[in-house]
């Protein structure tokens, strides 16, 4: 069995589905790393992405447009933005507290609303890949590559955009002043909350595109959907130093364990107590993962901390 992993068919599906796993990982990451550089922590991600992947599914179902459905995660993930923003800027709430609280309401809302208004889960007509032309009939690599659903383009043409944002831009040069030194930011001008708010809710926005690209490319939806990949996607930021290229690569890297996971179960390899174990692996990478980078760069200065200008 282990012989049938590494032939050439088997890897490509590996590799080909590691992209399309790393997806809802690099959506939320994206997200929380613009949050973060400005100073504000998320933890509630896993709740908006579970809120995002009801609401995606139960419109898609409803109109029979997968892009409606992504059209109500993306309004859903605003308005949960809308929700955590007057908590954190508005009231002061502590940051990691109110992110618990989004992630009980998001678990709690989305069971109950799936349960009064779909019960038994019905497939939907999901996204379908779009194959680049040309590039995708290249043998091995088109299909690696050049065969996924738009949500997958976007996800990666989202990563130059946001590092171009943070970099070069003067939305982005406030996003890192508001992070680092928010009374500096504000004495000079720069509005610290309104800055907060619009990571927010782009931050949001994106959470709620993850669960959309955990539902839609497959056209099915279950409770508790995102299986801690809302708290991992917070993990990717630190792994990643607060980098969009670093939460990329990091997004891979636990795309590729999952695609590792998934083919081992498809070929028989694991199965029975192995398999659960195996199924370990996610949880165990972010472990992993957060002992080596705590030693490494430090955070942003004023990350989880409010800011009151008469404070």
Known sequence: MWS???????????????????????????????????????????GVMLIGAFSSYYAASKTGSPWMGVLAALVTGCVMGLL?????????????????????????????????????????DGLDPWNIPFLADIPTVGEIFFQHNP??????????????VINRTTFGLNIRAVGEAPDAADTLGISVNRTRLFTILIGNCMAGLAGAALVLPFGTFQQNLTSGRGFIAVALVYFG???????????????????????????????GATSSLTAMAPAILTIVVLAIVSRRIGQPAALSKPFDRNG
């Open 4 to 46: 049938e992993f590494f032939t050439v068919s088997s890897l490509v599906v590996v590799l080909a589905s590691t992209i399309r796993l790393a997806t809802p990982f690099l959506f939320a990451s994206l997200g929380e790393t613009l949050g973060q550089r400005s100073g504000v922590l998320n933890l509630g991600i896993e």
């Open 84 to 124: 955590y923003a007057f908590v954190t800027l508005v009231l002061h709430a502590e940051q990691g507290i109110s992110g618990i609280g989004v992630f009980l309401l998001g678990l709690g809302l989305t069971d109950v609303l799936f349960q009064r208004w779909v019960g038994t889960p019905i497939p939907i």
């Open 241 to 271: 130093a607060w980098r969009p290229i670093g939460a990329f690569a990091g997004s891979l890297l636990f795309g590729f364990v999952l695609a590792v996971v998934n083919q081992f179960g498809a070929l028989g390899i694991v199965s």
């Open 151 to 164: 949500l997958v383009y976007l996800s990666v043409l989202l990563v130059v955009v946001a590092t171009v």
